[in-house]
């Protein structure tokens, strides 16, 4: 069954904001942050998502818990620190349609501090506002058969983008796990952004959630009431052009030289022949001229093998 949701003009509007800058992202060569930045944003995640939770700890205190440094803070949020940095490092690891996966995240992510990690819940549990429940998830016995029909959903045609958005409302909205459901459902949106394009693996969306953590509650509870994830669509593209608007203010990449442009075609087409044409596919903005010249300096140095003549010839990098 296919979750309830509209697709309105403003959602359309936001997936092709969102499609160009992942453009701009493109149009660099090699974006990929320097690893300081890199291990700064990742602090921001980590910080971002448990504090929605309750979590106590500030940017510096998770920054001084990835150094390997003493921090005076409960062993609980410690813990969370750890594990949820655990499963962010496992990332690029995971199947965002595998069921066996997600469930292997919550046991990573819940790991010492509930007795069901990585299990599914066998109670019925609610989300409490103050002292009022806001949000009464389906009976526990419904679990495995709500997540199997959402995961027949991400299988499904839906752009990637608005794809996300719908599995982070339904996945909050059955809340399959007796706690965690919260990080989780923001690591496997995480998760479905990095496999739509893997920039996401550095944008700290989970910090700009937090940013916005009271709209991101009123939006739940108001898809809640409405039946449909509609408008948490809305305020998720919004928040994930956000995210991208800040990468890209701060992420300045060094200039790109020849070996740089060899060394990721080397990653990328492996032991795989290529043709020019292919060389200026992974490389959007040089010219014909650049491209010739890195694939020539390549073949000089002794990188790469040149078969054919003229338009037939190809490339192999040398192992």
Known sequence: MTPPFTITSKILGLVSSIERLIGRVESLDHPRPQPQLRKSNRVRTLQGTLAIEGNSLDLEQVTAILDGKRVIAPKNDIREVLNANT?????????????????????????????????????????????????????????????????????????????????????????PFQDGNGRLGRFWHTLLLYHYHEVFEYIPLESIIKKHQKRYYKVLEQCDHAGESTLFIEFALEMIMESLEDF???????????????????????????????????????????ASRDLKAGVDMELLAKSGDKALTLYQFNS
């Open 87 to 175: 499963d962010y490092e496992n990332l690029t690891s995971y199947s965002p349609t595998n069921q066996r996966h997600l469930l292997k995240s919550h046991g990573i992510m819940m790991k010492g501090l509930i007795p069901e990690a990585g299990k599914w819940r066998t109670g019925n549990v609610g989300v409490m506002k103050g002292n009022v429940v806001s949000h009464m998830a389906p009976p526990a016995d419904r679990v495995p058969h709500l997540i199997e029909d959402l995961f027949k959903f991400l299988k499904s045609d839906t752009h990637p983008l608005i794809k996300g958005c719908v599995f982070h409302y339904e996945f909050e909205f059955i809340h």
């Open 248 to 290: 890209m203010e701060v992420f300045r990449p060094k200039h790109a030289t020849p070996e740089d442009r060899l060394e990721t075609a080397r990653k990328h087409f492996g032991e795989a022949s290529f043709s020019r044409k292919d060389y200026m596919t992974l490389h959007k903005t040089i010219s014909p001229a650049t």
